[in-house]
C-alpha cells in the first residue's frame, strides 16, 4: 500500500538542540511539503519541493533547514534558531495538487522542554 | 492575492443534523477548490474536490458546489454522525503553482 510515513510520531527537545522528522514516501509523487500546524490554528507552509535536488522557502523557514536527495525521502530539521518550535509537524505529497491534492502523513508531534 | 476564508467554530450539532460549513475564496484565474479532514492527532485527509466551476464533489455523504459566481465552495452533508467530529479544512491550489492556500479549519462536534 502506498502512503507517506512520518516518524517519530512524537519527540521531544531540550532548548538548544537541532532535531531531524523524517518523511518518507512510495506514491512516486514528485512534490513534497512541511506545514507547522499550532492549536487551533491552520497550517503554516515552512518549505516544499517540486523535484529532487531542489527546494524553496516556504512562509515560515526562518529556524528550519531542508533536503531532498531523493524523491523518496523529505527531511526537515528544526534548529536551535527557531524560537518556538513546539508544534504539530505535517508532510505531505502530491503528483499534481491542482488536480488531485495533497497525501498528507500522519504529522510529528514536537516539543521543547 | 489568493485567499480562502472559512466560518468560524466550532460549530456543535446533533446526530442527524444538517450541516454546512463556509468557505469563499479569492483568486486569479481559475483555481482548484477542495475540502479536507482531520481527525484527532491525526494528519489531513482529502475529503472532495472540485476543479473547475459548477464541479460538484462528493465524498462519504459530503458535498461541495464550486461557484465561481458567488466565489463559494461551502461543505454540506444532509446528516451529520458523531464519527464526522473533526477539523475541516477549505483549500484552493492554482495551476501553475505547486503551493496550496488553507483555511484556518472549522472544528466540527456532533453529539449523540
Known amino acids: 500500500d502506498g502512503g507517506i510515513t512520518q516518524s517519530p510520531k512524537y519527540l521531544f527537545r531540550k532548548e538548544g538542540q537541532n532535531v531531524t522528522l523524517s518523511c518518507e514516501q512510495n506514491?512516486?509523487?514528485?512534490?513534497m511539503y512541511w506545514y507547522r500546524q499550532d492549536p487551533g490554528q491552520g497550517l503554516r507552509l515552512i518549505y516544499y519541493?517540486?523535484?529532487?535536488?531542489?527546494?524553496q522557502k516556504g512562509d515560515i523557514a526562518e529556524g528550519y533547514s531542508v533536503s531532498r536527495e531523493k524523491k523518496e525521502s523529505f527531511p526537515l530539521t528544526v534548529t536551535s534558531a527557531q524560537k518556538n518550535p513546539t508544534a504539530f509537524y505535517l508532510c505531505?505529497?502530491?503528483?499534481?495538487?491542482?488536480?488531485?491534492?495533497?497525501?498528507f502523513g500522519s504529522g510529528t508531534r514536537l516539543t521543547v522542554v | 492575492g489568493n485567499s480562502v476564508t472559512q466560518m468560524e467554530g466550532p460549530v456543535t450539532l446533533s446526530e442527524e443534523a444538517f450541516l454546512t460549513i463556509n468557505c469563499t475564496y479569492t483568486?486569479?484565474?481559475?483555481?482548484?477548490l477542495f475540502w479536507y479532514v482531520q481527525y484527532p492527532g491525526e494528519g489531513l485527509q482529502l475529503l472532495l474536490k472540485?476543479?473547475?466551476?459548477?464541479d460538484k464533489g462528493s465524498n462519504k455523504g459530503f458535498e461541495a458546489t464550486y461557484r465561481k459566481e458567488t466565489t463559494s465552495f461551502h461543505l454540506e452533508k444532509g446528516s451529520v454522525q458523531v464519527s464526522d467530529s473533526a477539523v475541516y479544512f477549505c483549500?484552493?491550489?492554482?495551476?501553475?503553482?505547486?503551493?496550496?492556500?488553507f483555511g484556518t479549519g472549522t472544528r466540527l462536534k456532533v453529539l449523540a
Open positions: 483549500a484552493l491550489g492554482n495551476s501553475g503553482t505547486y503551493k496550496y492556500i
Open positions: 506514491l512516486n509523487h514528485d512534490a
Open positions: 483568486a486569479t484565474g481559475y483555481p482548484s
Open positions: 505531505a505529497s502530491s503528483i499534481d495538487p491542482t488536480n488531485y491534492g495533497y497525501t
Open positions: 519541493s517540486q523535484i529532487v535536488n531542489d527546494f
Open positions: 472540485a476543479t473547475k466551476a459548477d
